[in-house]
């Protein structure tokens, strides 16, 4: 069955500290692929999103994502996290075009002091 | 810079009663879309909506739901007998189309069925 996983539940990262955030897909063909976070008693605000092309995708609040086709993954990633990252990231992907989006069951980052 | 609205921001009903769940997407937007995330779940596609008509629906999307554009600025996800399991996070959603067009979410309407 077509899914969206993402591995890891809960992650807390020291502010400061780099961040990866992992989402695996399966799909027959490559989707489009998003990343999107939540804050609290916020809507969905999309970080970042995959097409084609350059398989590094750089986003908003200096975020970025690696498509790698033969892992079927496609990591959110910032180098350095700070205290206002925190929030809940969910990973989507759309085999459609037609923003029918899947989505993961979402990631919650805690940024320690 | 523009964005989805929705209201209310939380209701709460009676199992048996109807709901209606009110959105005002962006205004030079094409394609309207309703997505659900009950508590603890996954964020599950609903319905989509273009030209006036629904284009794609999900297996959850059954007979008691129904969406409507009544005016040009309201799109709405109307309840009909409210169940238990319909508790949830309810989010709209714009586009202004094209493949794989950027959907603009709403902050949700949290409905609670008692």
């Known amino acids: 069955a077509q899914s969206v996983t993402q591995p890891d539940i809960h992650i807390t990262v020291s502010e400061g500290a780099s961040l990866e955030l992992r989402c695996n897909y399966s799909?027959?063909?490559?989707?489009?692929l998003f990343w999107y976070v939540q804050s609290p008693g916020q809507g969905l605000q999309l970080l970042l999103k995959?097409?084609?092309?350059?398989?590094l995708v750089q986003g908003i609040k200096g975020f970025e994502a690696e498509f790698k086709r033969s892992q079927s993954s496609f990591n959110l990633r910032k180098p350095s996290v700070h205290w206002s990252d925190a929030a809940e990231y969910f990973c989507?992907?759309?085999?459609?075009?037609?923003?029918?989006?899947?989505f993961g069951t979402g990631t919650r980052l805690l940024v320690s002091p | 810079e523009p964005e989805v609205t929705q209201t209310p921001s939380h209701q709460v009903t009676q199992m048996g009663q109807e709901v209606i769940l009110r959105c005002v997407p962006i205004?030079?937007?094409?394609?309207f879309y309703w997505y659900r995330q009950i508590l603890g779940q996954k964020v599950e596609f609903l319905v989509s909506?273009?030209?006036?008509?629904?284009?794609?629906k999900s297996e959850i999307f059954d007979d008691q739901f129904s969406v409507e554009r009544p005016d040009g600025s309201n799109f709405t996800l109307k309840i009909r007998s409210t169940k238990l399991e319909d508790s949830a996070m309810y989010f709209c959603?714009?586009?202004?189309?094209?493949?794989?067009?950027?959907?603009?979410f709403g902050e949700g309407s949290r409905l609670t069925v008692l």
């Open positions: 959603a714009s586009s202004p189309g094209g493949m794989a067009g950027e959907l603009f």
């Open positions: 799909y027959g063909a490559t989707p489009y």
């Open positions: 995959y097409f084609s092309g350059d398989t």
């Open positions: 989507a992907v759309d085999n459609t075009g037609f923003q029918k989006l899947v």
């Open positions: 205004s030079n937007h094409l394609y």
């Open positions: 909506f273009y030209n006036n008509e629904i284009s794609e």
